[in-house]
């Protein structure tokens, strides 16, 4: 039987999704994958230099199709940023729910969860720097270096959430995953609320008004 000759990346990966679902572990080598889907192993690398690299694009799919189906919305572009991180939530579970075996298995299988985490290194990338590009208004510290850690500080406390979400989503047993609406919708919120730079300015305000008054005082 003839090899096949044009295949893209979505070919590789829903190979090696529907391989590590059907067998329960990864393949024993490129070699041995590419045999058994017909197709020879340097089309892999064109594409992935190993399956760990593998692993990690699935995620980043999984966010790059959520991002996709994100900007055909017209009503998204409209949003302030706490309904574009809500909309990102809602549609990237749903991509997360139509395949949530993989995921699973991806997840959970493996107890080191250093492994789990590095298999999330590209979708935390490509996370954070969406967290960095929504506009999400913070208090103005007026100092370049603050400003820095601020931002970092930011995006690292988005994709703590996102990990806790999702710990919550690969153990939630409601029908249709609505505890995890739930806890999306709860969770978005209070983390905007704790951002929000109206009361924290005001709370600023008030101490330089009470810090003037007892210098004019003295």
Do not use: C
């Not at 024993?28 to 190993?50: G, H, P, R």
């Not at 995921?103 to 720097?129: E, G, P």
């Amino acid at each position: 039987m003839a090899k096949k000759k044009n295949l893209t990346q979505t070919d590789i990966i829903s190979f090696y999704m529907d391989y590590v679902l059907t067998h329960d572990k990864k393949p024993n080598s490129v070699y041995a994958f590419a045999k058994d889907n017909n197709f020879e192993e340097q089309k892999f690398y064109e594409f992935f230099n190993s399956f760990e690299l593998l692993e990690q694009s699935i995620f980043k799919v999984f966010f790059d199709n959520t991002i996709s189906v994100l900007h055909k919305s017209e009503d998204y572009h409209s949003f302030e940023a706490r309904n574009k991180l809500l909309s990102f939530y809602f549609t990237f579970f749903e991509v997360l729910t139509a395949n949530r075996s993989y995921v699973i298995h991806a997840l959970k299988s493996d107890k080191n969860k250093l492994k789990s985490l590095k298999t999330l290194s590209l979708l935390r990338k490509n996370f954070t720097d969406y967290i960095g590009h929504l506009g999400i208004k913070t208090i103005d510290l007026k100092q370049e270096k603050l400003e820095d850690l601020k931002h970092k500080a930011l995006k690292e406390s988005a994709w703590l959430q996102l990990l806790i979400t999702m710990k919550f989503w690969l153990d939630d047993t409601s029908a249709s995953f609505e505890k995890t609406d739930v806890f999306i919708e709860k969770s978005v919120q209070a983390s905007f609320d704790v951002i929000d730079t109206t009361p924290l300015k005001s709370l600023i305000d008030f101490g330089k008004f009470l810090y003037k008054e007892k210098i004019h005082s003295n």
